[in-house]
């Protein structure tokens, strides 16, 4: 069996028993394999035996919608589930003690060429609501895709595509769209094509240099472009506009520090939007990004390998400069980004499910 990606960061919510709240939390994640089975696993703390349901439904817009699917032994820990010939996507729902898994679905959607494409949804608030699946897409380059990805939009049910690419780079590699989605343009400059050739021609330019340069520029992106993601936060709090797709060159840059910025927002906790931000690394195969990148010299293997992957040290760096500028991110969001107290109701109406 070729490799399996991990589709989403562990789900963990407590849930509650009749009249207390349960001691027992289950932590599950789907992955769709090659063949489109869905490979299910879990892991339910404290450790213990007995058995664990599992629920499954074509839609997530009640919990009632859920079937009874099967029952596995807790200590099993992985199941491989045919997918119903009812929908595109399929959602689990895992039981045991008490206790519940949240919705469960797969993050990464997988497509024949367009890079990182994935589902934001899923994830676990502060105040354990759960993040919407479907409602908010993110990706790489648009323009490459076949009529199957192209189909596939369609089936996600995709209204909207914010589209962070330079005008140049829209321009050069415009997107093909079905007549029913909209694209937007919210420009933001950050190291294109002809950018990142002119970093790559210096042969001073190393490892070290591509983590500053980095670093850099997505402070350059946060002081330089707030109206672009204010703009961003005007599409989200419009109803009308879900499902959204944001896109990219790569889908890691503009699009992580946007996603960063909306799942902040509604209250995902600090380490687990860090782990959608470094997801890009297990999807982007950076020597097929980069011609001939093999035949490079070692020094600029590793500046390529910096400056098209996604590190820690690049978005705890932004994030320190805007509570050194700013006081906090929420004082950045509010008074740089006008997103305050009414626009953050909203996105949670939108963005988080009522149960």
């Known amino acids: 069996m070729r490799k399996l990606y991990f589709i989403s960061s562990l789900l ?8 207390c709240i349960s001691t027992v939390k289950i932590s599950s994640v789907v992955e769709k394999n090659t063949d489109g089975d869905y490979l299910l696993k879990w892991e339910v703390s404290p450790d213990q035996e007995g058995e664990i349901a ?8 009640s919990l009632n919608d859920f079937a009874s699917l099967q029952s596995y032994k807790i200590t099993d820990q992985v199941a491989l589930i045919n997918p119903s010939e009812s929908g595109f ?23 024949d060429e367009i890079k990182n494409f994935r589902d934001v949804g899923g994830y676990f608030t502060s105040d354990n609501k759960q993040m919407r699946w479907g409602r908010i897409y993110r990706s790489g380059n648009l323009s490459t895709a076949t009529l199957a990805d192209q189909d596939k939009i369609r089936k996600l049910g995709i209204k909207t595509i914010i589209d962070f690419r330079s005008e140049k780079t829209a321009k050069k590699y415009p997107i093909l769209l079905h007549p029913g ?10 190291m294109d094509a002809e950018k990142l ?8 330019f190393n490892r070290s240099d591509a983590i500053r ?10 002081e330089n472009y707030k109206p672009a993601f204010s703009e961003m936060f005007n599409i989200l709090i419009d109803e009308g506009n879900y499902p959204i797709l944001l896109t990219g060159s790569l889908g890691k840059d503009r ?27 297990r999807v982007i ?26 590190n820690r040290a690049y978005i705890n760096y932004v994030i320190d400069h805007i509570k050194q500028q700013y006081g906090s991110v929420d004082n950045y969001l509010e008074k740089e980004l006008n997103v305050g107290s009414g626009k953050k109701i909203l996105l949670k109406k939108y963005l988080l499910y009522p149960y």
């Open 197 to 204: 050739d002119e970093q790559l021609r210096d042969e001073d």
């Open 285 to 310: 195969d950076i020597s097929a990004t980069v011609e001939n990148a093999q035949s490079l010299p070692e020094y600029m293997q590793e500046a390529i390998t910096a400056m098209l992957s996604v």
């Open 213 to 222: 340069f980095v670093q850099e520029s997505y402070v350059g992106i946060v």
């Open 181 to 190: 989605i909209r694209r937007i343009a919210v420009p933001i400059s950050l």
């Open 12 to 19: 963990v919510l407590s849930a509650l028993s009749t009249g």
């Open 54 to 61: 599992i629920y499954s439904s074509p839609s997530d817009s």
């Open 89 to 111: 996507r399929e959602y689990f729902l895992l039981k045991t003690k008490g206790a519940n898994s949240g919705i469960v679905a797969n993050r990464i959607i997988e497509m």
């Open 255 to 281: 699009v992580g520090l946007a996603s960063y910025f909306i799942l902040y927002a509604i209250g995902v906790p600090e380490n687990v939007i860090q782990d959608d931000y470094l997801l890009s690394n």
